[in-house]
């Protein structure tokens, strides 16, 4: 199998192959940083979650526990996962000279919407975490 990193004299990608490349390394690269994001937040809940007394507050502990173990567990290495076999796929069609594949670049655009939506969420997430943890301060 060739790498698309690799150079030969062989394979030149499209303009447009290579931003989908690129643009796949880049969500690969944020991937890394929710993973990091999602440890983070779980040892700041751990430390937050003796401070919740309400009912309402431990059940909001008890939510964003759930979402984070979702997301840490689950969500954000079947992402990765997705964005690797996208990226294999692109290899495949390199090494096959199939540039012009729409089902590939179908396929891309889908993924990436599905990266966006849920950055999108994750970052709404963020954001009603760090409302509870400054709450419980």
């Given at each position: 199998?060739?790498?698309?990193?690799?150079?030969?004299?062989?394979?030149?990608?499209?303009?447009?192959?290579?931003?989908?490349?690129?643009?796949?390394?880049?969500?690969?690269?944020?991937?890394?940083?929710?993973?990091?994001?999602?440890?983070f937040?779980?040892?700041?809940?751990?430390?937050?979650?003796?401070?919740?007394?309400?009912?309402?507050?431990?059940?909001?502990?008890?939510?964003?526990?759930?979402?984070?173990?979702?997301?840490?567990?689950?969500?954000?290495?079947?992402?990765?996962?997705?964005?690797?076999?996208?990226?294999?796929?692109?290899?495949?069609?390199?090494q096959?000279?199939?540039?012009?594949?729409?089902?590939?670049?179908?396929?891309?655009?889908?993924?990436?919407?599905?990266?966006?939506?849920?950055?999108k969420?994750?970052?709404?997430?963020?954001?009603?975490?760090?409302?509870f943890?400054?709450?419980?301060?």
């Amino acid at each position: 199998m060739i790498s698309v990193l690799s150079t030969t004299g062989k394979y030149l990608l499209q303009p447009s192959l290579m931003e989908m490349h690129h643009s796949s390394l880049e969500w690969l690269s944020t991937t890394v940083l929710w993973k990091q994001e999602v440890a983070f937040f779980q040892k700041l809940l751990d430390q937050h979650a003796l401070k919740a007394t309400s009912l309402d507050d431990k059940k909001r502990v008890s939510h964003f526990q759930n979402v984070i173990t979702y997301y840490g567990g689950e969500l954000i290495d079947t992402l990765r996962k997705k964005i690797k076999g996208h990226e294999h796929k692109l290899a495949d069609r390199l090494q096959e000279l199939k540039t012009t594949d729409a089902e590939y670049y179908q396929e891309h655009g889908e993924l990436m919407e599905e990266l966006s939506a849920f950055m999108k969420t994750f970052n709404s997430f963020k954001s009603d975490f760090f409302s509870f943890i400054d709450l419980t301060l």
